[in-house]
């Protein structure tokens, strides 16, 4: 059944399916690092560089990341098919928001890579 909803027969199911599942990633890691930070209560800087230090979490941080990218893209995209009629200002829009959320990954992908 859900196997046969992913396929080209119902087009925009897998769009649909990867922003929920998106969602989803992002409130548990959310969840997580609000508890995280109720528990231990990082002050200060070398505090806040120590929580974000473990590799585990820096890849946790980081697949945030990328479910937020994904998520932003289809529902920005979603929202520029609904409401910019012209296809030439619609292209350029979305692909400004592309440049910035790649550029946006890569920076945070810098910032986790230059932890130690």
Known sequence: MLIELLTDRYPGMRQWLTQRLSAVAMAIYTLVLVLLVAIQQPANYAEWHAFFSPWWWRLATLLFWICLIMHAWLGV???LKDYVFNVVVRSYMQLLVELALIVDLIW????????N
Do not use: A, G
């Open 108 to 115: 945070m992908v810098t910032i986790l890579i230059k932890m």
């Open 77 to 79: 995209r979603d929202v």
